[in-house]
Every structure is written in C-alpha cells, then in structure tokens.
C-alpha cells in the first residue's frame, strides 16, 4: 500500500489485490515482481512468457484504507494486479466498489487487460437491473470511477477499446504503455462530445515507453500519432515517459539520461516538444445507464 505514488498520472495507490497472470504481449517484462511487497515475499512469476502467473492474493485488510484519507486524491487501484483478474470472487470486486462509492471525494483510476469480465460485471450490475451488490443510493456509474484498459498495440486496441465503450463508465480511457507499435484509435472510439451519454468514447489516453530490465523500444513516431489524434479529437493525453531505451540512448553533457538517473525518460525536459503533453480528462455528469 502506498500512500503516494511515483506514477505521474495519479498520487496514491490502493493494492486490495497482489499478484497477475500474464496475458498479452504487455505483461512480458511486468514490474511487479521487481517492486519491494514482492522481492521481500520472494514472489515470481512460475514462468517467462503469457500464463505464467504469480498467484493472486487478497488483502480484505486493506479495502477500508481510502475511508481514512480525508483529503481528496486521486487513487491508482491495485497497481500491483488486476482487479478484474479470473481468480478475483465477483463478491471481492463488490465490496470495492461499495467502496469507491462511500467515498466521493476521491477519484479512483481502475486499468485492466480483462475487458470481457469487467464489461459483464458492470452492465449487470446497473441499478436499473436492481442487480448492484451494494445499498446503492447515489448516481451510476459511480462518477469518482475512471475505467480504463491497457493497449500495447493495435491488435489489443481492437479487442479492448470496444468492450471498454460498452461498459458503464463515467470516464473511460486507455494505457498505452509499455506502447509496442503504433495504435489507430477509430473514429467511433474518440472525439464524440464529451458530455452527450448516447455517444461514448474515450475521455484520455496515457501513452508511454517501457522500462525495466529488457525494456523494447517504443519509436517516437507511435506516442506522436496518438498526441496528434488526440489533439485532432480534443481528447486529453497524457505522456508518461519515453523508456529506458530512449533514456539511454539520449546524452546531454557526455552521459546518457539513464546515467544521470532519468532511467525510464520521464523527465520532460529532454523531450522533443510536440511530445510534451500531461493533460487530465473532464468529468462527466454520471446517468442511470443499462
């Protein structure tokens, strides 16, 4: 639990949950097991390559940690696991976001590679259905809840970006990082009005490079093309950071940025300057919505 956070788009994460399964090309070279909860646990994924898992574990400990932050912040959840993960009970995911619900003041980032299960998840439980597995009295969806999905490529941009505008939100946006090749975001998935509920689309777009130990190269040309799209659809992007290969090979007085200690290229100060952009969406007026 981390009660700030490292990550430029968010402050604080909430970890309920530990520990992934990998399932696309994106979790190759996954963090997690890099980060101190799991090098002191000894934990690993059983494997190198997608299926290779670390086990998941639920910490039911930690659910009411954000009824205790009393000043508003905007909350990373489970930045160690998936949310939406098979091995999480439906009832698990309940009582988060009874959560997320008790408090309004904080915004809550939620990102997955599950797609299918959080679109089923949510759309059964609107309101309207009477299907919510809480006492829910307020607005839906919840308005302080950011859903998101992870698309390090084209191909998972097509399977993901669908099933996320289908899916009761009240921000909807993409991770593109680690970004593995260039991303053509459709013309029906960006640039509708932000405030008109019978057209969804996505509200932002995070992009950035990978880092880490046996970091791929994210070409610069792919983070322009998602900037220049969002520009073009008023969409709010966020460049997080350009990589460790990047970071690497760029040198500002006879030493590499990595040698200097700016390892994944998140120092914006170096960037070409059309690739400068840390913007964060509007929010919406939530609606009763099936």
């Not at 299926?51 to 910490?59: D, E, K, S």
């Not at 190269?217 to 997080?240: H, P």
């Not at 390892?263 to 070409?272: S, Y």
Request: aromatic share 8%; glycine share 8%; proline share 8%.
């Amino acid at each position: 639990m981390a009660d700030k956070s490292k990550i430029q788009w968010t402050e604080s994460t909430w970890n309920v949950i530990t520990g992934c399964t990998k399932i696309s090309d994106g979790c190759l070279n996954c963090y997690i097991t890099g980060t101190p909860p799991f090098r002191m646990a000894g934990r690993k994924f059983d494997g190198p390559g997608i299926g290779a898992t670390t086990g998941v574990t639920l910490h039911p400990d930690r659910l009411e940690t954000p009824l205790r932050w009393k000043k508003p912040r905007m909350v990373f959840v489970n930045s160690l696991a998936d949310l939406f993960h098979e091995d999480v009970p439906d009832g698990f995911i309940a009582q988060v976001w009874d959560v997320m619900a008790r408090c309004p003041q904080h915004t809550f980032q939620i990102l997955t590679k599950r797609h299918a299960r959080m679109r089923s998840l949510l759309r059964k439980w609107s309101p309207i259905t009477g299907a919510t597995p809480w006492v829910h009295t307020g607005p839906w969806p919840l308005p302080n809840v950011w859903l998101g999905v992870s698309v390090e490529s084209q191909q998972w941009a097509i399977a993901r970006v669908p099933a996320l505008l289908e899916t009761p939100a009240a921000v909807r946006w993409i991770s593109a990082e680690p970004l593995l090749g260039p991303v053509l975001l459709h013309d029906d998935w960006i640039g509708a009005d932000p405030f008109r509920r019978d057209e969804p689309s996505l509200d932002w777009v995070v992009c950035g490079g990978e880092s880490g130990p046996g970091a791929r190269l994210m070409d610069l040309e792919w983070s322009r093309s998602l900037v220049r799209q969002c520009r073009d659809a008023k969409t709010a992007v966020f460049v997080k950071q350009l990589g460790s290969v990047w970071a690497k090979d760029i040198h500002v007085g006879g030493r590499s940025l990595a040698a200097q200690g700016d390892r994944k290229g998140g120092d914006w100060t170096h960037w070409p300057v059309d690739l400068r952009a840390r913007e964060f969406p509007e929010t919406r007026p939530a609606e009763v919505t099936t």
